[in-house]
Structure formats: structure tokens, C-alpha cells
């Protein structure tokens, strides 16, 4: 079985590097930004700022998409936020389904950010049969036991996994046989799925803990230039003193998820 491998024919047939299709969210993210406040043109240098890159290397992004601008004047904003939704495929509806509706996923019913960028919430899908027919956002939640119905006449191709570790492989396996394709998962847990099956992680706690590293880090570097410790160091320090009294006084070295 693969976990998470990638079936891309459309961005593979252009030519286009996994890393740069990666980055193109980002400047249409830039990009809109702009367009709402009337921006005709933007420099290379500019945009590249507003997406937290180096211009050469989105120059040489915008080359593969066949954008190259124009000397003196730049991007044309709004040629290139329809290249770069085009390029991504949000020029057309997607509907999405939720499996897991308990706070994070009510959270992502919510966020109003799936319209506007091109995926429509056709259904929120939960097992806990108190919750059927119950509205999120404006949505009745809808019983697992109805999943492969709801993929089938819906024409769904893109599902978000919000469930507890514990469900989420047996979640994900049942959207694959219903014809899911790609599928976003917050669960922390890492998913298996057959060729052809994309799957992006969402893990909270693993972005947390990556965080929790650079501070202890830069702790460190304060401590070894005698400067003083930052208090949440200080507490890690006081912690490590009393790691011998026991479990009850240990601190848990990774972040529960």
C-alpha cells in the first residue's frame, strides 16, 4: 500500500515541478489580495515579497505556466489570478464532503473561505447518530451509513477527514471505494491509500512541536550567550530537575495529539 502518493497526469504533462505547484497557492493568495484592492500590475519583486519567496524563483515558476510579464510594467494581476486558478483547477465547482463533525470539523463547515475558492461543502458526514439531521452551518449532518450514497450523488472527488485517529483509515478506505480521489486529512494518524489516491496532512500538534524546537532552541542559543531564559524555558528547565519523581511529575516529550 502507498501512503499519500501523488497521481497528477495534468501537471505532470506540462511539466511543471511538484515544489512549484506547491507555490502557486501562495501567489494566488498574493494575488487576490491585490486584485480586491484594484492593483492593475504587479513587479516580480513585489509579489514575490507578498508570498514570502525570492523573485528569481517565481519568475522561474511563472515561466513553466508560460507568464513571463512585461519589462517595466510587470504581471497583469488579473490575467494572472485566472492562470494560476485555472492552472490549479478553481475555475470549476468541487464539491467536498466532511466525515467527522465534532469541533474541528463544525470548524471547517464554517470557514467561508471553501466558497470563494472554488469547493462547495455538499455534505457533513458524522457517526454519532445524535448528530443526523442536526444543521452545521447551515447544513444537515448526514450518517455514515449513508456515505457511499452521498459520494455517488453528489459526483464528490474530494474528501476532508476530521474523525479520530482511531476511524480515520476505515473512514478513508470507504471514501476510496466510493470514488473519493484526494482527500485532506486532520486526523493524526498517517493514512494508506492505492495509487492514484492523494492525500494532504493537516497535523496540528506536529506544527506545534516544530515550533516548541526552534523556541527551545533559541533558548539555548540566549542561554549560551548568558542572556536570560525565556520563562518557558525556565519551566522546562524546572521540569527536567524533577523527571525523577516519578510519572506523575514527568513532562510528556511529545505533544499529545
Known sequence: ?????THRPATRSRGIPEATVARLPLYLRALTALSERSVPTVSSEELAAAAGVNS???RKDFSYLGSYGTRGVGYDVEYLVYQISRELGLTQDWPVVIVGIGNLGAALANYGGFASRGFRVAALIDADPAMAGKPVAGIPVQHTDDLEKIISD????IGVIATPAGAAQQ???RLVAAGVTSILNF???????PDGVDVRKVDLSIELQILAFHEQRKAG???AEGGPLPAAASRGAAADDSADQGPDGDVPAVMPA
Open 171 to 173: 473512514v478513508c478506505d
Open 187 to 193: 486526523a493524526p494518524t498517517v493514512l494508506s491509500v
Open 1 to 5: 500500500m502507498a501512503t499519500g502518493r
Open 154 to 157: 453528489n459526483g464528490v472527488s
Open 221 to 223: 542559543e540566549e542561554s
Open 56 to 58: 528569481a524563483k517565481l
